[in-house]
């Protein structure tokens, strides 16, 4: 035994107050304490070594009460490194700011992939356990919220409502026909609304079913049903992939993951109609959507490709309302369940519609 490696220490029976000035080392595997009246030997696997840290106490406990402390943290820290007994990894890892840095990158990238591609996986999972009744219940009150925040009443005249529910209501039994054998799931029944709004020629859907088509949507469609079919295959496509009930369980998750890290979630379902009002279909979502208003025109024996119309007038009536056409691919302003926002679409999306047309063996009409 080399004196090299003895350390001076204090230490306390567990049961006075009094230090006791000891020696310790370490032989064949046993923590050796020896001083005045004292002699013990305690196995390295029995002792509670403390935490390091810049400023605290360095101590050590036994599983019968006793303790001993540094006389000089220094020399403890060096004497506790010589037997490889010093702080664990973790121990200097938080201690280190290069380790706590990299701890906090991947902390923040495991909660991007979790917002980015969990939450959007959690929601596709869960919204199918959800019962129609929930989504009946959402629905309405979304309505009823948007209708006294920002819908009005239709200036259409209850004769043409009536002639374009006609008219639709066949195009959705037809596109329809066949849907729920081909995703396993029957759809709620379809139930268009007419409305007056701020967000121009738009449409936006439910998860009730309830589809509302805006004045000014009809306005700028009135003489190509073909288009608006294609408008409503969109929304309907929400309706039958559940997307408004998909980005609802997205922002309640979202919500009650914040609320347990800071505290209250009462809120977040009494919040859900405005969740409904203000929250965005993601681009997969709307590439779903994109996807089941093409098998729907084309059940109505529609060419995808007419779309293009839609797209240039909207982009028409925007220049000529004096308006800045947005980046391509902008989703400003665009609030859930509205087939396409009042600027004109991106190019993938025209093309995706164009190419269907291509795929069917169809001429892709001119642009008006």
Same mark, same amino acid.
């Given at each position: 035994?080399?004196?090299?490696?003895?350390?001076?220490?204090?230490?306390?029976?567990?049961?006075?107050?009094?230090?006791?000035?000891?020696?310790?080392?370490?032989?064949?595997?046993?923590?050796? %304490?020896?001083?005045?009246?004292?002699?013990?030997?305690?196995?390295?696997?029995?002792?509670?070594?403390?935490?390091?840290?810049?400023?605290?106490?360095?101590?050590?406990?036994?599983? $019968?009460? !006793?303790?001993?402390?540094?006389?000089?943290?220094?020399?403890?820290?060096?004497?506790? $490194?010589?037997?490889?007994?010093?702080?664990?990894?973790?121990?200097?890892?938080?201690?280190?700011?290069?380790?706590? /840095?990299?701890?906090?990158?991947?902390?923040?990238?495991?909660?991007? /992939?979790?917002?980015?591609?969990?939450?959007?996986?959690?929601?596709?999972?869960?919204?199918?356990?959800?019962?129609?009744?929930?989504?009946?219940?959402?629905?309405?009150?979304?309505?009823?919220?948007? $209708?006294?925040?920002?819908?009005?009443?239709?200036?259409?005249?209850?004769?043409?409502?009536?002639?374009?529910?006609?008219?639709?209501?066949?195009?959705?039994?037809?596109?329809?026909?066949?849907?729920?054998?081909?995703?396993?799931?029957?759809?709620?029944?379809?139930?268009?609304?007419?409305?007056?709004?701020?967000?121009?020629?738009?449409?936006?859907?439910?998860?009730?079913?309830?589809?509302?088509?805006?004045?000014?949507?009809?306005? %700028?469609?009135?003489?190509?049903?073909?288009?608006?079919?294609?408008?409503?295959?969109?929304?309907?496509?929400?309706?039958?992939?559940?997307?408004?009930?998909?980005?609802?369980?997205?922002?309640?998750? %979202?919500?009650?993951?914040?609320?347990?890290?800071?505290?209250?979630?009462?809120?977040?379902?009494?919040?859900?109609?405005?969740? /409904?009002?203000? %929250?965005?279909?993601?681009?997969?979502?709307?590439?779903?959507?994109?996807?089941?208003?093409?098998?729907? /025109?084309?059940?109505?024996?529609?060419?995808?490709?007419?779309?293009?119309?839609?797209?240039?007038?909207?982009?028409?009536? !925007?220049?000529?309302?004096?308006?800045?056409?947005?980046?391509?691919?902008?989703?400003?302003?665009?609030?859930?369940?509205?087939?396409?926002?009042?600027?004109?679409?991106?190019?993938?999306?025209?093309?995706?519609?164009?190419?269907?047309?291509?795929?069917?063996?169809?001429?892709?009409?001119?642009?008006?």
């Amino acid at each position: 035994m080399s004196s090299s490696h003895q350390l001076s220490v204090a230490y306390f029976d567990g049961l006075t107050a009094r230090a006791q000035p000891v020696l310790m080392w370490v032989e064949r595997g046993m923590l050796q %304490l020896s001083g005045p009246g004292l002699i013990r030997q305690v196995p390295l696997n029995k002792v509670q070594w403390s935490e390091r840290t810049r400023h605290g106490a360095r101590l050590a406990h036994f599983t $019968d009460g !006793g303790t001993i402390q540094a006389v000089n943290p220094a020399d403890w820290d060096s004497w506790l $490194d010589h037997h490889d007994l010093g702080a664990p990894l973790s121990t200097r890892a938080h201690q280190s700011w290069r380790w706590t /840095m990299l701890a906090t990158t991947v902390l923040l990238m495991v909660a991007v /992939m979790g917002y980015w591609w969990g939450l959007p996986l959690a929601a596709r999972f869960v919204a199918p356990l959800i019962p129609q009744a929930v989504s009946q219940q959402v629905g309405r009150a979304t309505l009823r919220a948007m $209708d006294e925040q920002w819908l009005k009443p239709s200036q259409l005249s209850q004769q043409e409502q009536a002639r374009w529910r006609v008219s639709l209501s066949k195009a959705i039994a037809q596109g329809l026909d066949g849907a729920s054998a081909d995703t396993n799931a029957t759809p709620p029944p379809i139930q268009l609304q007419f409305r007056q709004a701020r967000i121009g020629p738009n449409a936006f859907a439910l998860p009730d079913g309830n589809i509302v088509i805006t004045d000014e949507l009809i306005g %700028l469609l009135h003489d190509r049903e073909d288009v608006l079919i294609g408008v409503l295959g969109h929304e309907i496509g929400h309706i039958t992939g559940r997307h408004g009930l998909r980005g609802l369980i997205q922002a309640g998750l %979202l919500g009650v993951i914040s609320s347990v890290a800071f505290g209250d979630f009462s809120t977040v379902l009494a919040s859900a109609p405005v969740l /409904m009002g203000q %929250l965005a279909y993601s681009r997969d979502l709307e590439r779903e959507a994109d996807d089941a208003a093409i098998v729907f /025109m084309h059940r109505n024996h529609v060419r995808p490709s007419v779309m293009s119309v839609f797209f240039q007038r909207i982009k028409d009536e !925007g220049q000529h309302k004096g308006h800045a056409a947005p980046p391509a691919g902008d989703d400003t302003d665009k609030r859930i369940g509205i087939a396409f926002s009042s600027h004109p679409a991106d190019a993938e999306r025209l093309a995706h519609f164009t190419s269907a047309d291509i795929d069917k063996g169809l001429e892709a009409p001119a642009h008006p």
